[in-house]
């Protein structure tokens, strides 16, 4: 079983960056497909970015295409996701997990169901 913990949250101004890590133990993440979600208060758990095992494809919301880079280091078991240009709404709690289907390539919709792994997130505010 592998555990995730995510990092790098903090409070930002619009317009700012952060890099988010999220480090796992356990086991090794390199025959994973993995990803980001996000949680705003009163909604829910939305899709961010996925990336595969090897780190060769990504996938990203439209609402993050273009500012957020998701990317990943197997040596180091780490995942992590680069936001720039940060907006009011992009203000959640950000948790990396595993795909558990491994489904990357055939997957048409990334719900939370079929991920796993979750780890406790971390907190990104930004301010307008």
């Known amino acids: 079983q592998v555990q995730l913990v995510e990092s790098g949250g903090g409070l930002v101004q619009a317009g700012g960056s952060l890099r988010l890590s999220c480090a796992a133990s356990?086991?090794?993440?390199?025959?994973?497909?993995m990803a980001w979600f996000r949680q705003a208060p009163g909604k829910e758990r939305e899709f961010v970015a996925a990336i595969t095992w090897s780190g060769g494809s990504t996938a990203y919301a439209d609402s993050v295409k273009g500012r957020f880079t998701i990317s990943r280091d197997n040596a180091k078991n780490t995942v992590d996701l680069e936001m720039n240009s940060l907006k009011p709404e992009d203000t959640a709690v950000y948790f990396c997990?595993?795909?558990?289907?491994?489904?990357?390539?055939?997957?048409?919709?990334?719900?939370?169901?079929?991920?796993?792994?979750w780890g406790q997130g971390t907190q990104v505010t930004v301010s307008s």
């Open positions: 997990a595993v795909d558990r289907q491994s489904a990357f390539y055939t997957r048409h919709s990334y719900s939370p169901a079929d991920f796993g792994s």
């Open positions: 356990g086991r090794t993440l390199r025959t994973y497909d």
